[in-house]
């Protein structure tokens, strides 16, 4: 259940209208990054949450996201200023022959789609994209900051900004409760699980905690090594079926680089190996 409470969560100041402004901050009412968009996410994930913990976090930031879409709103629609008379080359002309106020679309007149809207019903993989979400947000105001010398506009974003900041420390916070449960699961780890492929030709190879270390083996030349069809191991039974079905032998075709390996000695009777 919802109220119209009618003191907004921060108060919005404009020093005087900048419809140049207005149109660029559109891009957070009905943009792909902007409030709306948050506010639609984080409600579809909760809907389909079962964690009553997660779920009541997820409905108390979507309902923030709802009250920060009422500030962008309002700032717009002050900004836009007068609109029952404006010039024609009044650089929002599209609000003031439409609405008299916001549209939802963004900055370049896309409008809003559902298709912005990020949910899997995974928690792990939601809320990593929550986290991302937030930040993407952060770097459009911060991005807008620069834009506008209004103080009281800069004020209301350095506000908006700093919510980003806390909502996506909420989601960091509660990723790591869930740490190796949905998509964080080791749920097939096999010989290409920690691998790194260096792909790239020429000086300059860089290395780091993504490509060594923690376990990862750095593969110099893994189209000559893997030119062929991936293996992952041995079948858990003699019945049972292989990743590629037997008789494959296109492995020059695409990758004449690609030394097919030698075929295993066959088993003497009396000297079989375990199957695992």
Known sequence: MFKHIKDMEYTVRVD???????????????????????????FSQAVGCNDPKLRDMLQDIAAEELSHFEMVGECIAMLLGPTDNVSRDFSAIHMALLPAGPIITNSMGAPWTAAYIETTGDLYTDLAS????????KLIYERLLQQ????????????????????NFSFLQALE?????????????TEFTKKYMNLSTGAGDARGPWNQGNGIQY??????????????????????????????SDSTRNNPQYTQPKAPTPNVAGQEKPVH
């Open 148 to 167: 506008t010398d209004d103080a009281g506009v800069k004020d209301m974003i350095r506000f908006l900004l700093s919510r980003e900041e806390s909502h």
């Open 177 to 189: 409760t869930l740490k190796g449960t949905g998509t964080d699961a080791n749920f097939r780890d």
């Open 130 to 137: 929550n986290s991302s979400a937030e930040l993407r947000a």
């Open 16 to 42: 005087r209208p900048d419809p140049r402004f207005a149109n660029l901050l559109l891009e957070q009412f009905g943009g792909p990054h902007g409030e709306l968009k948050a506010a639609m996410q984080y």
């Open 219 to 248: 593969e110099e030349n893994p189209n000559e090594k893997y030119g062929g069809p991936a293996a992952y191991g041995q079948d858990l039974g003699a019945d049972s079926k292989g990743e590629i079905g037997p008789g494959y």
